[in-house]
């Protein structure tokens, strides 16, 4: 995982996903490490699993990797990708063995479809992959859903300053976590 120097942590962060990872300036939000932001605007699952088998080349061995994927397979009609981020998931853990893995929960969108419930149901089945897996849930969702904040952009998908406040600062307390019980 990340390793202590004094106060602060060294290591590479390796950010996967769609057009909700590229938006956003993550060094500046965790400026501790060196992030490596490979989010793809218009990403799905399937393409993150396809772009796999080049990234080792580029990225080095990252101490952590967030996966922000599905989005777009659920903006398609196509709900049942999460067999395809456990793919990932299992691919990453084995090209980066030392690697905390963790995977963001699909976010509420303010739009018709998917539906709230239907989020729900992704989550669920995101958090039980996660399990099986090994990985880290990062449930960024219920912090939207519990925020009085102005989290969407017009379209009702993508993010405003707000909402990577609050996702930032889910990530940071996990993070946090993470290097405090790392030497247990």
Known sequence: MFTRTSQAATGSFLLLGDSLVADNNWQRRIPFCKVLNYGVPGATAFDLLASLPDLSEHVGSPAAI???IGTNDALEGQLDFVDCLRRIVVQLSGDFPAAE???TSLLPMRRFFPSIAEIAT???DIKAMTMQTGSCYLDVCSKFIQSD????QEDGVHLTP?????WARTLLEHIA???EHDDE
């Open 149 to 152: 904040a102005d989290l969407f």
């Open 122 to 124: 992704i989550n669920a």
């Open 101 to 103: 893995i963790i995977v």
């Open 162 to 166: 707000q909402a990577y406040e609050i």
């Open 66 to 68: 967030l996966i922000m």
């Open 177 to 179: 976590f993470l290097i």
